[in-house]
């Protein structure tokens, strides 16, 4: 006579189910987990451009700074954006090679060097070579900052009209 019991060897549908729907889980959880202990990198805030922002020191902000340097590096036009969110107009020197310069910006406006009508610094003697970094100085009153910024040439087309000419 045939028995109609199932034994343990024969799983019930219904275990069989929830065995497939637990192996499912655990596919999906594996194949995606490594996102919660690894950092996701459209998270991560960074400068979607050649230059260098210079970490909030004071009243001005200054974003994507970067030297185009002649051939022989002596001497390099300074491209960045200063920002000034404060209500009163501030001025910031920068120093690059042994010479600082000062630009003036307004309150609640940004100063575009090398942009908008507005003519790039122009730092001679600064010695660095496209390719490498310079150290320049950000400094607006008491506050200020280091920070090496990337020195590049003219091949960039866009850039081409920067490189300054040979000393």
Same mark, same amino acid.
């Given at each position: 006579?045939?028995?109609?019991?199932?034994?343990?060897?024969?799983?019930?549908?219904?275990?069989?189910? &929830?065995?497939?729907?637990?192996?499912?889980?655990?596919?999906?959880?594996?194949?995606?987990?490594?996102?919660?202990?690894? *950092?996701?990198?459209?998270?991560?805030?960074?400068? *979607? $451009?050649?230059?260098?922002?210079?970490?909030?020191?004071?009243?001005?902000?200054?974003?994507?700074?970067?030297?185009? $340097?002649?051939?022989? +590096?002596?001497?390099?036009?300074?491209?960045?954006?200063?920002?000034?969110?404060?209500?009163?107009?501030?001025?910031?020197?920068?120093?690059?090679?042994?010479?600082?310069?000062?630009? #003036?910006?307004?309150?609640?406006?940004?100063?575009?060097?090398?942009?908008?009508?507005?003519? *790039? &610094? &122009?730092?001679?003697?600064?010695?660095? &070579?496209?390719?490498?970094?310079?150290?320049?100085?950000?400094?607006? +009153? $008491? #506050?200020? $900052?280091?920070?090496?910024?990337?020195?590049?040439?003219?091949?960039?087309?866009?850039?081409?009209?920067?490189? *300054? #000419?040979?000393?």
């Amino acid at each position: 006579m045939l028995s109609t019991h199932r034994g343990a060897a024969f799983p019930s549908r219904t275990s069989r189910v &929830l065995a497939s729907v637990a192996l499912g889980a655990a596919v999906v959880l594996g194949a995606t987990g490594c996102n919660m202990v690894a *950092p996701q990198a459209t998270t991560i805030q960074y400068s *979607p $451009a050649e230059g260098t922002n210079i970490a909030d020191f004071g009243p001005v902000t200054v974003r994507n700074a970067l030297l185009v $340097a002649n051939d022989d +590096g002596s001497a390099a036009n300074l491209l960045a954006a200063l920002v000034n969110d404060t209500d009163q107009d501030e001025t910031i020197k920068i120093g690059v090679g042994g010479t600082t310069q000062s630009v #003036d910006v307004p309150a609640r406006s940004a100063v575009s060097l090398g942009f908008e009508g507005v003519d *790039p &610094l &122009l730092f001679e003697g600064v010695d660095h &070579l496209p390719g490498t970094y310079a150290t320049a100085t950000f400094q607006v +009153g $008491a #506050d200020g $900052a280091e920070q090496s910024i990337p020195v590049l040439d003219g091949t960039l087309s866009y850039l081409a009209d920067f490189v *300054p #000419d040979e000393s």
